[in-house]
């Protein structure tokens, strides 16, 4: 499987975005995605999770403001990005995990290793 991120680009605070996350491979429809975060010097943060029945997870701080969704027949997920905030500033990523590995619960969905697979990502840069 691989997957290619794209949609990252330099904003204003409270502009928005739309990323994208295309996949290769004939199962896209039972991966759990993801979307991370990653700022220089910092770890790998969740932002947003979708499961194959399209349950959504979002960490506290993009709640309202952010919104993950998925469309199987491109193979593609996206994490719609609005309000954005300077802090909002990082190297974004999109991952999924193969369904032979099991569901993913509300803990699971944030911890990169639970993924498989890994896109090359995007960068958002958000100035005040």
């Known amino acids: 499987v691989q997957l290619q991120a794209s949609g990252g680009g330099l904003v204003q605070a409270g502009d928005s975005l739309r990323l994208s996350c295309a996949a290769s491979?004939?199962?896209?429809?039972?991966?759990?995605m993801g979307w991370f975060r990653q700022a220089p010097g910092k770890e790998r943060e969740f932002r947003a999770g979708?499961?194959?029945?399209?349950?959504?997870y979002y960490t506290d701080s993009v709640k309202g403001r952010f919104t993950i969704s998925r469309d199987n027949a491109k193979k593609t997920v996206y994490l719609q990005m609005n309000s954005l905030k300077p802090e909002d500033t990082a190297v974004y990523y999109c991952?999924?995990?193969?369904?032979?590995?099991?569901?993913?619960?509300?803990?699971?969905?944030?911890?990169?290793?639970?993924?498989?697979?890994w896109g090359q990502g995007t960068l958002v840069t958000v100035s005040s």
């Open positions: 991952a999924a995990r193969a369904a032979v590995r099991g569901s993913l619960d509300i803990d699971g969905v944030r911890r990169p290793n639970e993924y498989d697979y």
């Open positions: 491979g004939r199962s896209f429809s039972s991966y759990a």
């Open positions: 979708i499961l194959s029945d399209y349950f959504t």
